[in-house]
């Protein structure tokens, strides 16, 4: 069984049982199921296909579960960066995992342009906060983008 499946039975199974519980919040098998799909779609329409790498930088957040399902949907490779690293250490990691998107929350000291322009297989960056100065695709419109669209590569199977 592949983790589409698996959160397809599940969602069914238990829709509103929570799969995730996030400061007190909780998120059901059937948001978890929603979100992460249109995660996977969003990354679709960026390009992103089976084997592609998408890094993740983010503090541990449901927008995390929701990117590292999304990528896994898709049989991406995911690429995690501790949200500790600084910046230069970012770009060393995002180019040597040669990955083509980046799903990043914004952080003091951490210049997602500057980024942007030494990563140069770096296709789009998906930015989760408030503030969106060098306008990358925010995640709501991210995830909009997916919605509607047929299930992420939902006949390739290996």
Partial sequence: MDLRELL???AKAQAEKPAVIFRGQPISFRQL???SFSAAAGLSSLGLSKGDKAAIFLPNTPEYIYSLLGVFILRGTAVPLDFMLTEEELVNFINHSEAKVLIAQEKKDIRL???KTRCPGLREIVC???DNPDGFTPWQQFLDSGKGAPQA?????D
């Fill in 128 to 130: 989760i906060g408030a």
């Fill in 113 to 115: 342009a500057q980024i």
């Fill in 8 to 10: 397809e039975r599940q």
């Fill in 153 to 157: 590569n939902a006949d390739d199977k």
């Fill in 33 to 35: 199921r929603e979100v």
